[in-house]
Nanobody, 115 residues
């Protein structure tokens, strides 16, 4: 199965504002939500933000007001704009549909917030 491909920056200083990208290799037919997930060391993977096909966005409280999700359908790409990063945002970030397609998880992209 072809997987999502995430990319972005590795080490970011607190307060930084990087952007992550995710190439979606799948057809979007039948996908109602695309989301960004993250997994911190020793913790379970969690959904942090998702966007519906009608553009509605849902955030978890910890990133509300700091993260933005967007899509470029021509490029089959989903973006995560992150602002005012905090050390607790350190995690591996993944994209997937929501609910997630289990066989399509990519390698993720590490984001480490540290000075």
């Amino acid at each position: 199965q072809v997987q999502f491909v995430e990319s972005g920056v590795g080490l970011v200083q607190p307060g930084g504002s990087p952007r992550l990208s995710c190439l979606n290799p799948r057809s979007t037919v039948g996908i109602h939500y695309m989301g960004w997930y993250r997994q911190a060391q020793g913790k379970q993977r969690e959904l942090v933000v998702r966007i519906a096909i009608d553009g509605r966005v849902t955030f978890v409280d910890s990133v509300k007001g700091r993260f933005t999700i967007s899509t470029d359908n021509e490029k089959n790409t989903v973006y995560l704009e992150m602002n005012n990063l905090k050390p607790e945002d350190t995690a591996v970030y993944y994209c997937n549909s929501n609910p997630p397609a289990q066989g399509y998880w990519g390698q993720g992209t590490q984001v480490t917030v540290s000075s």
